[in-house]
């Protein structure tokens, strides 16, 4: 039999095998993270009908190479563009998460641990994020129990992040207030009996709004010096109750004019803004003594902040004996005494300038966000926040070595290296993660249907090998005839 025939079988299995990877890369042109492939040819085997001589030096004959005849090719290697990044599709979904860099989500049947890119994920019913496609859980870490805004790095784990607890953020009640703003000594409100009002909205322990009121008030503005008096507390219905659940400063004792009598009709004894005089034509002065109140003092002349409470301190507490409420640090720290064309700017918030410790109702978990590093925060409508967790991702030396395992997975071979079972944060090799998009397939049809011409074409020469020789074997046995 002749050995052309073998080649052009061996040609003809080998154009199918490239042909079979070909249709496979344009089957999954619309799938998620696929990696095309690639295959290699090499020539099979060579029969050697004469060995390779060497030079007779004594003869002066010469060598003679070696006489060796194929016997087809056969296919040498199917590579994976594995490190190539397909693009983003843009989904919205923000459990659809796109890896930039040669790293792989890890995931998990319950048993063993497999690799993909594809990041469409979902909420499954016990609340653990899972590839969309199989179900298989999403690995990673949980935050540290004993400091819940760091995690924890240890060996992978699912992701639950739908717990019942993380479904709501725990109320909790206002410890620190900041005053800000300008106080005018010409205000008519600082100057009057009821002072410029200042609400400042608090929770308790449960969550429950109230309002504090407070009002501040003149004592002699051209020195700079005020006090600020505690009015009461409302509730959310704008109810009063009862005052004492909170202490506020103490006794603020100064001298003021005093008004004159409305009975008295002497105009010798009363001046023109209607203050009582003595027999030398001076104001006469009264001792007044303000409760709930402390001293808000400024620099003479400069207007700058000088103390609270009597002193140079910039806080003063309101304490409680309630069992609703905690202890609140007003700082004062950030009010002026400057001129404002008559109109104070003075006011209350909760918390301090940086937001710590305003307290805050119950919260509703309002949304989930996913962010570069695989960290998962769950918001909430009371304004705070929650690490959820956070996603882990596997590298290898050689991720041409994994292995398929079909549905986009991977699986860890000796080749690829060993995955360690802990997992890195995928920043740490310069990559990132994007939420709301997917990664595509990175097959270039153009490429596929070029390299499908050729293949078309290979086979057809190989089928000719095949017609060829068997019209000389037909030859061969016509010599009988």
Request: proline share 2%; hydrophobic share 30%.
């Given at each position: 039999m002749?050995?052309?025939l073998?080649?052009?079988v ?11 990877v070909?249709?496979?890369n344009i ?6 993270a ?8 090499s ?7 004469q060995?390779a ?23 040498s ?15 919205n ?11 792989f ?12 890119r ?7 019913g ?13 690995m990673?870490?949980?935050p ?25 953020y725990?109320?909790?009640?206002t410890?620190n207030a ?25 929770f308790?322990?449960?969550?429950y ?11 002699d ?11 009461g507390?409302?509730?959310a219905?704008?109810?009063?109750i009862?005052?004492?659940?909170f ?20 105009p010798d004894?009363?001046?023109d ?7 030398n034509?001076?104001?006469?002065m009264?001792t ?11 620099v003479?002349?400069?207007g700058?902040?000088q103390?609270?409470g ?5 806080t ?28 104070s ?6 918390g ?11 919260g ?30 596997a ?13 986009n ?35 270039d ?5 070029t390299?499908?011409i ?12 095949i ?8 030859e ?6």
């Open positions: 002749m050995r052309s073998f080649a052009g061996a040609g003809l299995k080998t154009h199918q095998t490239r042909m079979d070909i249709g496979n089957a999954n042109v619309n799938t998620t696929y990696k095309s492939q690639s295959m290699v040819f020539d099979l085997m060579y029969q050697t009908t060995k001589s060497g030079a007779n030096a004594q003869t002066g004959v010469g060598g003679t190479n070696a006489r060796q005849i194929g016997l087809g090719s056969k296919t290697s199917i590579k994976t563009a594995i490190a190539s990044q397909g693009a983003a599709q843009s989904t979904d923000p459990f659809d998460i796109m890896i930039s860099g040669d790293a989500f890890v995931v998990s049947n319950g048993s063993e641990n497999f690799f993909t594809d990041g469409s994920f979902y909420i499954d016990k609340g653990n994020l899972a590839m969309t496609s199989t179900g298989y859980n999403v990673g870490w949980k540290d129990p004993d400091n819940p805004q760091n995690i924890k790095r240890n060996t992978v784990e699912p992701l639950r992040i739908m717990t019942g607890t993380n479904m709501t725990p109320p909790a009640a410890e900041t005053v800000d703003g300008i106080v005018d000594k010409y205000d008519t409100d600082v100057n009057g009996p009821d002072g410029r009002i200042m609400n400042l909205e608090i308790d322990n449960q969550g709004k109230y309002t504090v009121k407070l009002s501040v008030h003149a004592i503005g051209d020195k700079g010096q005020f006090f600020v008096r505690y009015d507390i409302q509730d219905n704008g109810k009063y009862d005052k004492a659940n202490s506020f400063g103490g006794d603020v004792t100064y001298e003021r004019p005093k008004k004159a009598d409305p009975n008295n009709t002497d004894k009363i001046d803004e209607g203050y009582e005089l003595d027999a034509g001076d104001r006469v009264e007044v003594t303000e409760h709930d109140s402390v001293n808000l003092n400024y003479e002349g400069q700058t902040f103390g609270v009597g002193g140079t301190e910039e003063v507490t309101m304490t409680t004996t309630s069992a609703n409420f905690k202890n609140i640090t007003i700082d004062f720290s950030a009010t002026f005494n400057y001129n404002k064309n008559g109109t700017t003075i006011g209350a918030y909760a301090t300038e940086a937001g710590v410790g305003e307290g805050r109702k119950e509703q978990l309002s949304g989930i966000t996913v962010q570069k590093d695989g960290m998962i925060y769950a918001s909430y409508d009371n304004g705070q926040r929650r690490l959820l967790g956070q996603i882990a991702v590298t290898f030396a050689n991720p041409s070595g994994l292995e398929k395992e079909g549905d997975l991977y699986s860890a071979t000796m080749n690829s290296g060993d995955f360690d079972g802990v997992g890195e944060d995928i920043t740490e090799g310069g990559g990132r993660m994007d939420s709301g998009v997917l990664e595509m397939s990175n097959v049809l153009s490429q596929e249907f390299e499908m050729t293949t078309q074409r290979g086979f057809q020469a190989n089928s000719r090998i017609t060829v020789s068997d019209t000389l074997l037909e061969l046995t016509n010599l009988k005839r």
